[in-house]
């Protein structure tokens, strides 16, 4: 079945350190976003990117990296630069950039201590 | 600026009808989607207008007036798995890019 997954479902991580959250998809999406989303809020957009090799910065990136080295493939670092790191953090992927549905991941739950 | 609002909570009993409603303020619509999202779990798409009038799929509907900047999710025969977040998104060009603005959704709690 066609789906965007992400991994790990939880991540626990010492303050100071860089982690990565993976994100696949294998719609033959071309855009792909990460999403923030803290307790009451909507979600934020934190990096998007319309085709391989593209990216873009969203409404809150910084403190993150992401790359888009295949079309199936959107990872996204949390640096020691972000100062509020510990949230949930989704994955999503559209047809094109924009398109009328988007497709969610599971979410990783990242909390720093 | 650009913002969407939405009701933070709304309760309902088993069987009814709940409408949850949005109004935004952006600067290039294209059009409105709603999601529903079960705690710790994935948003799912369930809707989008880009027309003004309802749509309807099953037991959900949704519409949108554009002059008034505003649209709702209905929901009918409310069940107990309804119980969840659901979030407008505006479809929006403002920037020259497509974008979704998401709200920060509506709790819907459905008692038995």
């Known amino acids: 079945d066609g789906g965007i997954t992400q991994s790990p479902k939880y991540l626990f991580r010492k303050e100071g350190q860089n982690v990565t959250l993976s994100c696949e998809q294998n719609l033959n999406h071309d855009a792909m976003y990460w999403y923030r989303q803290d307790p009451g809020q909507g979600l934020r957009l934190i990096y998007y990117s319309q085709i391989v090799n593209d990216f873009q910065k969203g409404d809150i990136a910084e403190g993150y990296s992401v790359s888009r080295e295949k079309k199936e493939s959107f990872p996204l670092t949390v640096t020691s630069a972000q100062k509020n790191p510990t949230a949930f953090y989704l994955c999503?992927?559209?047809?094109?950039?924009?398109?009328?549905?988007?497709?969610f991941g599971q979410g990783t739950r990242l909390t720093v201590v | 600026g650009q913002s969407l609002e939405q009701p933070s909570e709304v309760t309902a009993v088993e069987g009814a009808i709940v409408q949850i409603n949005c109004t935004y303020q952006t600067s290039g619509f294209y059009g409105l989607s709603w999601y529903q999202q079960h705690d710790g779990g994935a948003p799912t798409f369930l809707s989008y207008n880009a027309l003004d009038g309802l749509e309807e799929t099953g037991r959900f509907s949704s519409f949108l007036s554009r002059s008034d900047s505003y649209g709702y999710l209905l929901l009918q025969e409310l069940q107990m798995k309804d119980s969840a977040s659901y979030f407008c998104?505006?479809?929006?060009?403002?920037?020259?890019?497509?974008?979704?603005?998401f709200g920060t959704g509506t709790r819907l709690k459905v008692l038995a």
């Open positions: 998104a505006v479809r929006d060009r403002g920037s020259g890019t497509y974008k979704y603005i």
């Open positions: 999503a992927s559209s047809a094109e950039m924009g398109g009328t549905e988007a497709f």
